[in-house]
Antibody, heavy 119, light 110 residues
Framework: QVQLVQSGAEVKKPGASVKVSCKAS????????ISWVRQAPGQGLEWMGW????????NFAQKLQGRLTMTTDTSTSTAYMELRSLRSDDTAVYYC????????????WGQGTLVTVSS | QSVLTQPPSASGTPGQRVTISCSGS????????VHWHQQLPGAAPKLLIY???LRPSGVPDRFSGSKSGTSASLAISGLRSEDEADYYC???????????FGTGTKVTVL
């Protein structure tokens, strides 16, 4: 079955960077893309951006452009999301989800990775 | 910030029908599909409805979706205790060139 497995929880200091991985299985990675969505504690969902598993093209939310990098490793069917210059309000659970295009639906979702930013 | 508006809460007794609304604008719901996600307590979201009214394999037919103009709705019929969750609508926004989510609705089974 299609599955996305994310890396474990992270604790970072303000100003640092975090890199979260998302390993896909059960489908041909290059035939689709990956979206990243985050959820601050007790809050709703926020779309961060999308990367193509075919050619690495990206589409980012304007709010995060400049601090966000997304990459893929097709040899391991893994997507990565790196967020720099972390602030306390970046504390959230970060999810990856399969999405053929940035405007497509998300299915399935990864289990989530908690990133805590604290001094 | 959420550009799709949902009621913060909805409730019903077991067996009842509950409807959740999602209000947007011409740049999102007015010109693109709406999708719905269910988030059970402490869990990752799960796709419930895609392309306005289609159910992924395994989603019970108690869940149904519809869209008209700049509004959409999710209906849960035959409400069950395991339906207690947060529900989010989502759509692409042409003006923002971004995927946008609704504010979320917490469904409680009384």
């Amino acid at each position: 079955q299609v599955q996305l497995v994310q890396s474990g929880a992270e604790v970072k200091k303000p100003g640092a960077s975090v890199k979260v991985s998302c390993k896909a299985s059960g489908y041909t990675f290059s035939n689709s893309g990956i979206s990243w969505v985050r959820q601050a504690p007790g809050q709703g969902l926020e779309w961060m951006g999308w990367i193509s598993g075919y050619n690495g093209n990206t589409n980012f939310a304007q709010k995060l452009q400049g601090r966000l990098t997304m990459t893929t490793d097709t040899s391991t069917s893994t997507a990565y999301m790196e967020l720099r210059s972390l602030r306390s309000d970046d504390t959230a659970v970060y999810y990856c989800a399969r999405s053929a295009y940035p405007y497509n639906w998300f299915d399935p979702w990864g289990q989530g990775t908690l990133v805590t930013v604290s001094s | 910030q959420s550009v799709l508006t949902q009621p913060p809460s909805a409730s019903g007794t077991p067996g009842q029908r509950v409807t959740i609304s999602c209000s947007g604008s011409n740049s999102n719901l007015g010109s693109n599909y709406v999708h719905w996600h269910q988030q059970l307590p402490g869990a990752a979201p799960k796709l419930l409805i895609y392309k306005n009214n289609l159910r992924p394999s395994g989603v019970p037919d108690r869940f149904s979706g519809s869209k008209s103009g700049t509004s959409a709705s999710l209906a849960i019929s035959g409400l069950r205790s395991e339906d207690e969750a947060d529900y989010y609508c989502a759509a692409w926004d042409d003006s923002l060139s971004s995927h946008v989510f609704g504010t979320g609705t917490k469904v409680t089974v009384l």
